[in-house]
């Protein structure tokens, strides 16, 4: 018995379906497939079985019965020959097995999009029909009637229902298909991978180096004086932006504006201050349990990096322990309040209100400082 399949089994058919083939069709046996792929027999077993019980349903039956003719050796004797006998009945809606390429996964992708799509819709169902070489999505209208919304191809078709994106309780002459929980996650995949490779051709190619950046130099925010200021990094990275949308108990959203702006500010002159030759500065000393005085700005560094330093030095020591753990970690190290109160000690969502009250002695630190103290960089 040959143990070797004709051609490459196409990357799209599930792992179980693999295994399926292998077993029944090329003889392989199930310990010889659990070492293969490294796992217990007793999975492999599972698998098989799962697969051998969907064979009632029409199109999972001609699926696997396609595969078996296309890529694996013919058999005139054994199991796998009476299995095929016994399965040709029952898959009397399966197309003709094609001479042309097998389906590839690129074609299925674009045909799975647009016929899950459809099936989407509310009341549609895809129809397949015994002797048909063709399926239709139909969609009930609300009005005793039916609207045709998609034709799709049967081979189409049998790859769904091997994928598990679509299933018929009932199948009979003519079956009715409705897409699945698994098909539904699916789609949503595919239009994504298409929606991002769309933007990467418009784009020439550098739309994923683009996309952190989108609206990073574009987005700008007006200050106190109703003047237009530019954000400096990626507002997405920073975890006030996401407090900032959450609502207070009175409706008002539960960081206002100028909070946010005090936190955009220490995490600027925190972002500065690392840009001079000693990039590694001790920030921990400023964190609770850590020692808090005889701390110095970089000695011999432009004078920039070197007064951020300094900034950033006053305006912790101004908010003291407790409030400055809180600023340093959401702010600067952009930690999550999770994450920050777990590394804290803190009760859970108790973060939150601490760092709010961080932020109004932030803001009052900031609202105090005169002339040149005022600047960034």
Not at 232 to 238: A, C, G, L, Q, W
Not at 267 to 274: P, V, Y
Not at 336 to 354: N, P
């Amino acid at each position: 018995m040959n143990n070797t399949s004709a051609l490459p089994v196409p990357r799209w058919v599930p792992e179980g379906a693999r295994r399926y083939l292998a077993h029944t069709e090329a003889g392989r046996s199930i310990r010889d497939l659990a070492r293969g792929a490294g796992c217990h027999a007793s999975t492999v077993l599972r698998q098989i079985r799962k697969v051998e019980l969907r064979r009632d349903d029409p199109l999972v039956d001609a699926a696997l019965q396609a595969l078996a003719q296309t890529h694996f050796p013919p058999i005139g004797t054994g199991n796998s020959a009476a299995l095929r006998a016994n399965s040709r009945d029952a898959a009397k809606m399966a197309s003709p097995i094609p001479t042309a390429e097998p389906l590839d996964t690129a074609t299925l992708d674009v045909e799975a999009a647009r016929v899950l799509r459809r099936l989407c819709e509310s009341g549609a169902v895809l129809a397949v029909a015994e002797d048909m070489d063709k399926a239709v999505v139909v969609r009930d209208d609300g009005q005793s009637g039916s609207t045709r919304t998609a034709v799709v191809d049967c081979t189409i078709a049998q790859a769904l229902a091997l994928k598990d994106w679509i299933s018929c309780n009932n199948p009979g002459r003519i079956s009715r298909y409705r897409i699945t929980a698994t098909g539904r996650s699916a789609l949503s995949q595919l239009l994504a991978e298409a929606e991002n490779r769309a933007r990467s051709r418009n784009d020439n190619g550098f739309a994923e180096a683009q996309a952190p950046f989108s609206g990073q130099g574009e987005d700008t925010h007006e200050d106190d004086a109703g003047r237009p200021r530019r954000i400096r990094y990626n507002m997405t990275e920073s975890p006030l932006v996401a407090l900032a949308r959450r609502k207070d108990r009175d409706g008002q959203p539960f960081l206002d504006d100028g909070l946010v702006r005090a936190g955009e500010r220490l995490r600027e002159d925190f972002e500065l201050s690392q840009l001079g030759p000693n990039v590694a500065q001790d920030w921990d000393r400023f964190l609770t349990g850590g020692g808090r005085g005889g701390f110095a700005a970089d000695r011999g560094t432009s004078h920039g990096p070197m007064d951020a330093r300094n900034r950033v030095s006053r305006a912790l020591a101004d908010l003291g322990p407790g409030l400055s753990d809180v600023a340093l970690r959401c702010c600067c190290y952009l930690e999550g309040l999770e994450t920050a109160e777990k590394q804290l000690g803190w009760s859970a969502r108790s973060g939150k209100i601490v760092l709010r009250i961080a932020l109004q002695r932030l803001k009052r630190h900031y609202d105090d400082l005169t002339g040149s103290d005022q600047m960034i960089g």
